[in-house]
């Protein structure tokens, strides 16, 4: 089964990561989608996030980095893939994502694969990063360390 994990990533996070090789263990093939989102604004460019994430994969030869933007349904109609996967932290991503899984069923028939989050990563966000290190706080227990090296190298 071809999977596709999209997600803008950024940055990317251990919970991130957790999802992903999970999803290695289990699925065929792995596309981690970075999405190209220009109302957001992004602390990495897509270029860097898949940079980070092919460099944080590289040992897991069933998984893919790619860029798109547009539509979700579009770009996995694109890959070919079996299925969508999306990781839930708390209810409140489960309200959110169960939405547009709706969604992403309606527009294009795709499924969508909830994999929780595993406990010691659960309250790990890429917003909340982002703040902290803003902040000047540590991060380096929230993200894999090819991350907190751009973040001291900017």
């Given at each position: 089964?071809?999977?596709?994990i999209?997600?803008?990533?950024?940055?990317?996070?251990?919970?991130?990561?957790?999802?992903?090789?999970?999803?290695?263990?289990?699925?065929?093939?792995?596309?981690?989608?970075?999405?190209?989102?220009?109302?957001?604004?992004?602390?990495?460019?897509?270029?860097?996030?898949s940079?980070?994430?092919?460099?944080?994969?590289?040992?897991?030869?069933?998984?893919?980095?790619k860029?798109?933007?547009?539509?979700?349904?579009?770009?996995?109609?694109?890959?070919?893939?079996?299925?969508?996967?999306?990781?839930?932290?708390?209810?409140?991503?489960?309200?959110?994502?169960?939405?547009?899984?709706?969604?992403?069923?309606?527009?294009?028939?795709?499924?969508?694969?909830?994999?929780?989050?595993?406990p010691?990563?659960g309250?790990?966000?890429?917003?909340m990063?982002?703040?902290?290190?803003?902040?000047?706080?540590?991060?380096?227990?929230?993200?894999?360390?090819?991350?907190?090296?751009?973040?001291?190298?900017?």
């Amino acid at each position: 089964m071809k999977i596709l994990i999209p997600g803008s990533f950024d940055p990317p996070t251990n919970g991130h990561i957790d999802v992903i090789n999970r999803c290695s263990e289990i699925f065929n093939e792995i596309i981690v989608g970075v999405v190209v989102n220009p109302s957001k604004d992004s602390l990495f460019t897509p270029d860097e996030r898949s940079e980070m994430l092919v460099e944080i994969c590289k040992e897991k030869q069933n998984v893919k980095v790619k860029i798109f933007e547009g539509l979700l349904v579009d770009f996995a109609s694109s890959e070919s893939v079996d299925a969508i996967v999306k990781g839930l932290r708390a209810m409140t991503d489960f309200d959110y994502e169960f939405q547009m899984a709706q969604m992403n069923f309606n527009l294009a028939d795709f499924e969508t694969i909830f994999i929780p989050a595993s406990p010691e990563y659960g309250y790990v966000s890429s917003s909340m990063v982002k703040e902290i290190y803003s902040y000047g706080g540590d991060v380096s227990a929230l993200v894999p360390s090819v991350v907190v090296e751009r973040l001291n190298n900017g």
